[in-house]
């Protein structure tokens, strides 16, 4: 079995501040490990116009 996850609308690189949120810069997105959260697969630009992750293995 083959399972490919594609993200579109990525949020963007950058995210404003705004009130009390101090804003974000330089975000990616990628894919968390079911047991090992701290652990990103296949990371992208969240300015990316497609996001495609292979996600093979047991």
Known sequence: MQIRIVGTQLPG???GAGG???GYSNIHVGVQRKNRPDELLDLHAGDA???GADVRGP
């Open 20 to 22: 009390d949120f101090a």
């Open 49 to 51: 116009p497609v996001d």
């Open 13 to 15: 690189r950058y995210c």
